[in-house]
């Protein structure tokens, strides 16, 4: 359904603790679980070993360091744990293709290009469109500065005058004919400040607009502040699917950016999420005298 409790622990771990000394020995301890075990629920659902995630988001934060500040080279590579600047330069070269010196120059200059072309913050981002209850009152951006992997992440923010009142949604859809009969998984990672409450959302329509499937994270939703974690909706696709739409919802006030957006088809042995799914009704009417 989404990742366990021992990998979204390790992840929370990781990620408060990515310019400490992370010892895998340590991991058990911590998190409560065998080593054994810890490693290879931690592969098999996210893909990676911890080592690789570990390196990965390393990388990516010495990047954002690289871009806005002027720590010198080696202090970076110490501060995130490579063993020499020369061992930071192949690691980074071979996730960014590029050294950290040229990538640091480059992208310094493609940044204040951007921002000069600029006309403000809340520019079109490609696929994505801004929707909720009260739209004027949230606004959604890319952020050089926060992401998960990569380079930019995508920011849906609140104004001040938002509350539990309102909601924003930084959204996409597209046509259902490739899931058709499918199991379709959806999952990102998130990053929370101060959020009333958010998570991710997914929706399957059919041709008259009529919701078919949906999840909206509302019984595991994410509040207040959260570091980057990983979170996953899981729906059927009925044959007469027309449309399915996702994102990420933010309802009131506070901050929350999206990175490393993935739809795949699953086994019909994982369980789905759906929020509509018939098992959540009661299987007969109750109370019909309301004397109970």
Not at 209 to 235: C, K, P
């Amino acid at each position: 359904m989404y990742y366990s409790e021992v990998t979204q622990k390790t992840i929370a771990f990781i990620e408060s603790n990515l310019t400490e000394d992370i010892q895998l020995d340590s991991f058990p301890n911590v998190i409560g679980y065998s080593k054994y075990h810890l490693l290879r629920i931690f592969k098999q659902e996210t893909g990676k070993s911890i080592g690789e995630y570990i390196r990965i988001r390393r990388l990516a934060m010495a990047s954002t360091l690289l871009l806005h500040s002027d720590e010198p080279i080696i202090t970076i590579a110490f501060l995130f744990h490579f063993q020499s600047q020369e061992a930071f330069t192949r690691a980074f070269k071979d996730m960014y293709s590029l050294p950290p010196g040229k990538y640091r120059k480059i992208m310094k200059t493609i940044r204040i290009l951007k921002e000069e072309q600029m006309m403000n913050i809340n520019q079109p981002i490609k696929g994505w469109s801004l929707s909720g209850s009260n739209p004027e009152l949230y606004e959604i951006s890319v952020d050089t500065n926060v992401f998960h992997t990569g380079i930019k992440s995508g920011l849906l923010a609140a104004k001040s005058e938002a509350n539990m009142q309102h909601f924003g949604t930084m959204m996409q859809g597209f046509q259902a004919d490739q899931f058709k009969g499918k199991r379709l998984k959806l999952s990102c990672y998130l990053k929370t400040e101060n959020v009333a409450k958010s998570g991710a959302w997914l929706r399957v329509d059919n041709a008259d607009g009529d919701t078919l499937q949906f999840d909206n994270m509302s019984e595991r939703s994410i509040e207040g502040t959260a570091d980057w974690n990983h979170y996953s909706i899981v729906l059927d696709v009925p044959e007469q699917s027309a449309s399915i739409h996702f994102g990420v919802l933010l309802i009131g006030s506070g901050k929350v950016w999206a990175d490393g957006f993935c739809l795949e088809k699953v086994d019909k042995k994982v369980p789905t999420t759906n929020l509509l799914a018939a098992e959540k009704l009661p299987k007969q009417p109750s109370n019909l005298d309301f004397s109970e």
